[in-house]
């Protein structure tokens, strides 16, 4: 399982100048890589140049729950970016398993690292 | 000299930052109108009891008291039963549906408006008619709940 690095000097500096967008994870989908409470800071620009990686956190939403932001690891990826997404803690995530490939629109950006 | 931690503590409180969900249903995605429907068969079957009770004859203050500890008894139960099928169901319907249900079945809110009423109708009442109603407006959330995982196996039984 890969790590989630904690933010340096760097990322607040790229947080106040608005280059990163923080969120507050909420739910047990992601443990025990990060627990619920814990924040994280997200690139929202990542994807403009290049696709999603297979292992990247990503926040995206689904067309079923377009009100709610969800964070989730890249399982796979296809030519058009489209992500295969699923919680590091399988038995209890609800992730493309349930509701399919993730479209490019619905991704908002990349995790790149705990806020602080 | 503050450390960094402190203002960090100190951002995340007074700006809070939006909720991005490491998401589980339910926890587990686990719902099923079954349980609604199990309670209302214990309305029913409650209603029934109570309908079908007979007063003792005559003034035997003993099997007075044991009629109505009887009738309290199935009425407490219907009572409490009533409450669980109204609650079972409200969790499907603001936990388990979601708005491209709502494209699928547009008389959705109207069916859970009306078999809510139901349960605090027999709650209220001592009425097989309602409680038969409600034992098949259930039936209809059953139907329409199973269609949205595209189960149509999922057959329609009671426990009595």
Known sequence: MSQIRNSTFLDVLLWLLRQRQRFRVEGVSMLPLLLSGEEVLVDRRAYRRSLPAIKDLVVIRTPDQPNLWLIKRVISTRQDGACFVQGDNLFQSTDSRVFGWVEPPLILGRVTSRFL | MLSLKTIATQIKTWFPAPIVYAHCDGPCGVYDPAAARIAAEAVLSMTKKIL??????????????????????????????????????????????????????????????NVAKLCSACKVEVSLQHANELMDAIEEIQKMFWATKNRMDVPWYKAS
């Open chain 2, 52 to 113: 079908e009770l007979q007063p003792p004859d005559g003034g035997d203050p003993k099997a007075m008291a044991a009629y109505e500890n009887t009738i309290t008894r199935y009425v407490q139960i219907k009572e409490e039963q009533a409450q669980l099928a109204k609650k079972e169901l409200l969790v499907l319907w603001t936990d388990y549906f979601k708005p491209v249900h709502l494209e699928q079945f547009p008389d959705l809110h109207t069916q859970f408006w």
